[in-house]
T-cell receptor
Framework: GAGVSQSPSNKVTEKGKDVELRCDPISGHTALYWYRQSLGQGLEFLIYFQGNSAPDKSGLPSDRFSAERTGGSVSTLTIQRTQQEDSAVYLC???????????FGPGTRLTVL | DQQVKQNSPSLSVQEGRISILNCDYTNSMFDYFLWYKKYPAEGPTFLISISSIKDKNEDGRFTVFLNKSAKHLSLHIVPSQPGDSAVYFCAASRLNTDKLIFGTGTRLQVFP
């Protein structure tokens, strides 16, 4: 497809389990971002990949969060030992050379019981 | 520290009238501002942007105004339509960085 896709669309997990969220970006767009939106909150920046540069991880809330981007394409956000406060919608966005061309995926709604 | 603030969580406007959504920011280094629209169960979609060298940008029914001295921007939608009902996020960034800082969003409801 032409847009950014994310899987799964919904994930329910138990506290303490690990989860992996996947983002399939638009081909040819070099920048990839992860955000999350908690209930009643804005979009919180998590991590940013740009080409072969070291990722900007400044938004990751704890060392339980990690992300990788394989081959400059698919990205996986991993949350280890999930906590209830990790419950949120996790959004992936793909960008080109200019800031205004961030295309968002539909998000993954994570619920930690 | 919320660098981008949308103080109105919701706004209700009658169809045909003007919708004004407001956004304030604290970081004077921000020089690029964007508005995104988000429907339920979908990712945000880019709506309109403005750079700090301008004070107004217009695209059809949507106009964004920037007041740098007040660190304030607003989105005007006129005339408002029921299909405009969505959550609107403002976002800001600094020159030479693609990292966007988002506000908390304003839910707009346009009623007939």
């Amino acid at each position: 497809g032409a847009g950014v896709s994310q899987s799964p669309s919904n994930k329910v997990t138990e506290k303490g389990k690990d989860v992996e969220l996947r983002c399939d970006p638009i081909s040819g767009h070099t920048a990839l971002y992860w955000y999350r939106q908690s209930l009643g909150q804005g979009l919180e920046f998590l991590i940013y990949f740009q080409g072969n540069s070291a990722p900007d991880k400044s938004g990751l809330p704890s060392d339980r969060f990690s992300a990788e981007r394989t081959g400059g394409s698919v990205s996986t956000l991993t949350i280890q030992r999930t906590q209830q406060e990790d419950s949120a919608v996790y959004l992936c966005a793909n960008g080109g050379a200019t800031t205004d061309t961030q295309y968002f995926g539909p998000g993954t709604r994570l619920t930690v019981l | 520290d919320q660098q981008v603030k949308q103080n109105s969580p919701s706004l209700s406007v009658q169809e045909g009238r003007i919708s004004i959504l407001n956004c304030d920011y604290t970081n004077s280094m921000f020089d690029y501002f964007l508005w995104y629209k988000k429907y339920p169960a979908e990712g945000p979609t880019f709506l309109i942007s403005i750079s700090s060298i301008k004070d107004k940008n217009e695209d059809g029914r949507f106009t964004v105004f920037l007041n740098k001295s007040a660190k304030h921007l607003s989105l005007h939608i006129v005339p408002s339509q029921p299909g405009d009902s969505a959550v609107y996020f403002c976002a800001a960034s600094r020159l030479n960085t693609d990292k966007l800082i988002f506000g908390t969003g304003t839910r707009l409801q346009v009623f007939p």
